[in-house]
């Protein structure tokens, strides 16, 4: 024909046997609502990886949605700080997703408090955070999950931002999303009152809590239900009113609130330099329209000031934990998952 | 692949190869009896999205799927029942629009029914044995497309540009042609455009189409098509192939949607 840009699958059924025979798995590592997470080997480099395998068949309605929004977004995405779809393939009936090893996560990093962290540190982390996910908004995904949870760091330093389950594309205005989304420490205020129509901001409120997590050591607005979550916003950042929120009362569930005067950051984050705070505080604008963009993020003067990002090399890590260890957390938060805030 | 899957602004095209041996050929099927299947199963899920109210996108989306799906697998060993109700299934979350899997099966059985020429005053009994086998059906045919298209679900569709055209030829406020146009790309999902050529290029095909027909004449010194990057070898091959839907009624009563009808079928019309 014309053209055979990306001609269809014609894999023997033959050669599908040896893809996934070309994988070894491992240990689990953890398990999710739709999938099951196991530790494994791609043979034929010997390089590390996750395999992702995905309980088909013991729904009522087939494939789970965010299975086939976790693949439809990452073979979209290619980055340095995304995380990476090596391959997908069957096996019986079972699906498996092939996706790069990152041994931790940026909220071990976080809870490991034999770390300390320096300025440099915090804005190397910041800056591989906003690059992963300018890349996900110019490609018109949004990726509506972004938890320290789900920033991996690899052994080399590297940062990358993972979990599309929750992922979207948001080209199309008018267009009603959900706004059960995002894990509720990290939601926006716009999602509190159950916006239908959002955009980028509700990654990059999240990415504003992310930042001021990194420099508090501590989640900074862990509220433990929808309306505490409110609550404990306002009081951080103040009451918002119409004038610095044009068309806040026209929300779904917008209500009157108490007013909460707003505390000027300095106060809450004593040790960080003004233009962190200025970042800070433009990524947790009340008003979604005039709360920054990844790209604006990445220009800041914060990234050019000194103290320079950190070498990736000498990031800090948290401490190699035993087998055993692993485990041991793992089922932990297995534990913690049922109880904790969760999105949905 | 989805191994080699890249930033998709463009579709998955078929090889000649694939196009001229296709798994139902090469199985017994003549390429009619091909050709009439494909567009049975497109007819079904076009209908069937419509009753379910689901935007056109899903239904473009589910058609693409399916005929997708018929160049990887064969008429005599999946039922277009199925692999219809398991695209428009699986296109409805990839187009972040989900449909309830019980509307979905009594839509299905009220068209498949209505194909036939049955009556149709009963919805199925929930949680009868019907109801079960096909919802069963549903779940298996999600799982074998997404298998046998390697999880390739992704979809580029050609309506947005098309937009983009008229409104580059002053052809917006065109009493017919929008329409027309429009029109086009629907019925369009029918034929095998879609998987041979690029969303770009079926868009320029459907306005050169419907402007020749509604007389309005568009600049040709330099040909607009080229502007768009279009060839007019391509552009009136496409046109060829939609209109071609137009000269022949579908014999859709005759046509089998469930697998044990299939051979009963092939034998019937070998005579």
Avoid at chain 1, 42 to 53: D, G
Avoid at chain 2, 197 to 217: D, F, H, K, N
Wanted: proline share 6%.
């Amino acid at each position: 024909m014309a053209s055979v840009a990306a001609s269809l699958s014609s894999r023997s059924a033959k050669q599908k046997a040896e893809v996934a025979r070309n994988y070894q798995k491992d240990g689990k590592v953890g398990e999710g609502a739709y999938a099951v997470v196991y530790s494994g080997i791609q043979l034929s480099t010997k390089r590390k990886v996750a395999i992702k395998k995905i309980k088909l068949g013991q729904f009522r309605d087939g494939l789970d949605m965010s299975a086939i929004r976790e693949v439809k977004t990452l073979q979209e995405l290619r980055h340095p700080n995304v995380v990476e779809l090596v391959e997908v393939f069957y096996q019986k009936t079972n699906l498996n997703l092939v996706l790069e090893f990152l041994e931790s996560d940026l909220e071990m990093v976080i809870k490991d408090k034999s770390i300390v962290f320096m300025p440099g540190d915090v804005k190397h982390w910041m800056l591989m955070t906003l690059r992963g996910l300018d890349h996900c908004h110019r490609n018109w995904i949004l990726h509506r999950d972004m938890k320290p949870n789900n920033l991996l760091i690899g052994h080399d330093g590297q940062l990358k931002i993972a979990d599309f389950g929750l992922a979207r594309d948001f080209g199309d205005r008018g267009r009603q999303l959900t706004s059960q989304v995002v894990t509720r420490w990290y939601r926006a205020p716009e999602l509190l009152f159950g916006a239908r129509e959002y955009g980028y901001g509700v990654d990059i409120w999240a990415v504003g809590c992310i930042f001021a997590e990194l420099l508090l050591r501590n989640p900074y607005l862990p509220g433990n239900s929808d309306m505490d979550q409110i609550n404990i916003m306002f009081q951080a950042l103040g009451t918002p009113t119409e004038a610095d929120w044009p068309g806040l009362s026209t929300l779904p569930n917008f209500m009157q609130y108490r007013q909460y005067p707003k505390t000027p950051l300095r106060l809450l984050f004593t040790a960080a330099g003004a233009d962190t705070l200025e970042l800070l505080e433009s990524m947790l604008i009340y008003d979604p329209n005039k709360r920054i963009s990844a790209r604006e993020a990445l220009l800041h003067p914060y990234f050019f000031n000194k103290p320079r990002p950190t070498k990736l090399e000498n990031l800090p890590k948290p401490a190699r934990e035993t087998e055993q260890a692993v485990l041991k957390r793992k089922a932990a938060e297995l534990g913690e998952l049922t109880n904790a805030p969760k999105k949905r | 692949m989805a191994a080699e899957s890249k930033l998709s602004l463009q579709n998955a095209l078929l090889t000649l190869e694939q196009l001229q041996h296709t798994p139902s050929m090469q199985d017994g099927f003549t390429e009619q009896q091909e050709d009439d299947m494909r567009q049975m199963g497109c007819h079904l899920i076009q209908s069937a999205g419509i009753l379910l109210k689901l935007p056109q996108v899903a239904m473009a989306t589910a058609q693409i799927l399916f005929q997708r799906f018929f160049y990887q697998a064969s008429l005599r060993k999946f039922a277009v029942r199925d692999i219809s109700m398991g695209s428009i299934f699986l296109a409805a979350k990839v187009e972040e629009c989900p449909c309830r899997m019980r509307d979905l099966v009594n839509v299905v059985d009220y068209l498949c029914k209505t194909f036939k020429r049955l009556p149709t005053i009963e919805p199925l009994a929930l949680y009868g044995h019907e109801f079960y086998e096909m919802k069963n059906a549903a779940v298996i045919a999600e799982m074998q497309i997404l298998k046998k298209l390697g999880f390739n679900v992704h979809v580029q569709l050609p309506y947005g540009i098309m937009v983009n055209y008229l409104k580059v030829l002053n052809l917006t406020d065109h009493p017919t042609i929008p329409q027309r146009a429009w029109g086009y790309l629907n019925d369009g999902l029918r034929t095998n455009v879609y998987i041979c050529y690029q969303p770009p290029t079926i868009a320029c095909s459907v306005v050169w189409l419907a402007a020749r027909e509604a007389g309005v004449p568009l600049p040709t010194n330099p040909p607009w098509w080229e502007v768009l990057d279009a060839s007019l070898e391509d552009v009136e091959n496409i046109a060829g192939h939609i209109k071609t839907l137009y000269y022949r009624s579908l014999p859709i009563s005759t046509l089998p949607l469930r697998i044990e009808q299939v051979e009963p079928w092939l034998v019937s019309q070998g005579q």
